[in-house]
Nanobody
Framework: VQLQASGGGLAQPGSSLSLSCAVSGYYHAIAWFRQAPGKEREGISC????????YYKDSVKGRFTISRDNAKNTVYLQMNTLKSEDTAVYYCAADPDLYCAGDDLNAGDFHSWGQGTLVTVSS
């Protein structure tokens, strides 16, 4: 599986950005991770191909929305009400067998990774 993330950039606090992850190959779960400077990579959202169910980390719940377009083989992350603490490099990751549910996302569980895209939230 190959993944290509895009859509990062500079945004003001309170504004919105949308990230895209183009996927080639089969996956079941696709997640978005992020890594802020000096911090560990954290999983923030995930979507399952089979039933469209989703997972969100509490810090982004209600602000971020993950969605998929199976026809375009693309997964999106709509980020609203951005905060300075959302500044990070964002990565999409996929796995053919994983079903993401209510547990915290573990980077080691995902088989394939895209390159990161930088999101900077600053006034």
């Amino acid at each position: 599986v190959q993944l290509q993330a895009s859509g990062g950039g500079l945004a003001q606090p309170g504004s919105s950005l949308s990230l895209s992850c183009a996927v080639s190959g089969y996956y079941h779960a696709i997640a978005w991770f992020r890594q802020a400077p000096g911090k560990e990579r954290e999983g923030i959202s995930c979507i399952n191909r089979s039933d469209g169910s989703t997972y969100y980390k509490d810090s982004v719940k209600g602000r971020f929305t993950i969605s998929r377009d199976n026809a375009k083989n693309t997964v999106y992350l709509q980020m609203n009400t951005l905060k300075s603490e959302d500044t990070a490099v964002y990565y999409c990751a996929a796995d053919p067998d994983l079903y993401c549910a209510g547990d915290d996302l573990n980077a080691g569980d995902f088989h394939s990774w895209g390159q990161g895209t930088l999101v900077t939230v600053s006034s």
